[in-house]
């Protein structure tokens, strides 16, 4: 996956551009695959090789319910509308892109909802990582919903800005890879942090893309990107805070 990223940003130097919106159309159908594919991969092991063999588990070891099933469902969706949607872009499929924006709304709203039960109903249950509490563990879900939905309607707000709409949809979707990035082999065990900083190499790779095809960044990922790190110094102050457990476990428990 790195080394998919990295061929993606660097492979479109200025010098080496025959047509940049060709270009454009190869990456981000590209790094939209290259999510779908991370997702994939990443829950393989806990629940969708559970699901084939009808063993499913979430990575605490529970059974899933209808809930988590759904969020599943809402979730992969969101990804493959994110690749069938930059795809009708490569082909000039504009119109039918924007009536496709519509379902990606609602969509967008279902996930949050429901992302945020999933997260309530774990957190009820006790799940979360060994020495954690599940009610200050609930920041991390949460942060990941907030962002995602904070980009999403910067997305939809900026429709008509097409350079601004793109960038702004990597960012969206890139803060739904921690969780399945989380669970690839070894992350955990260098700390559940560690899949945030793996998570920025999709920003990054727009960033360098950026960089490579037209001399400069645009200054959507430079918020976007420090948005994202102080959502993470967030939710890390959160984690330690004993008014944030309760005030969680008073309006939700």
Not at 14 to 39: C, E, H, N, Q
Not at 59 to 70: A, D, K
Not at 229 to 239: F, N, T
Request: charged content about 10%; proline content about 4%; glycine content about 8%.
């Amino acid at each position: 996956m790195l080394i998919s990223l990295a061929v993606m940003a660097t492979a479109a130097s200025p010098r080496l551009l025959v047509s940049p919106a060709a270009s454009d159309r190869k990456f981000y159908t590209g790094i939209a695959i290259a999510m779908l594919l991370t997702a994939l991969f990443g829950f393989s092991r806990t629940y969708f090789f559970g699901l084939i063999s009808g063993h499913a588990r979430t990575i605490t070891g529970r059974v899933p319910n209808t809930t988590v099933h759904l969020h599943a469902l809402l979730f992969v969706s969101w990804l493959v509308l994110f690749i069938v949607q930059t795809s009708l872009i490569a082909t000039h499929r504009v119109k039918v892109h924007r009536k496709l924006g519509y379902f990606g709304v609602a969509l967008a709203a279902a996930m949050i909802v429901v992302g945020g039960r999933t997260a309530v109903e774990s957190a009820r249950l006790g799940a979360a990582p060994p020495g954690a509490n599940s009610w200050s563990f609930i920041a991390i879900p949460f942060g990941d919903i907030a962002t995602f939905a904070i980009f999403v309607i910067a997305a939809v707000l900026s429709r008509n800005n097409k350079d601004r709409h793109k960038r702004l949809m990597i960012l969206a979707s890139a803060c739904l890879m921690a969780a399945p990035l989380a669970r690839f082999p070894g992350v955990l065990a260098i700390g559940a942090l560690f899949s945030y900083v793996l998570m920025l190499l999709f920003p990054i790779a727009g960033a360098v893309y950026d960089r490579r095809s037209r001399g400069r960044v645009h200054p959507v990922y430079w918020w976007g990107l420090a948005l994202i790190v102080v959502g993470v110094m967030v939710r890390v102050a959160l984690l330690g805070s004993s008014t944030w457990q309760h005030a969680m476990q008073s309006l939700f428990g």
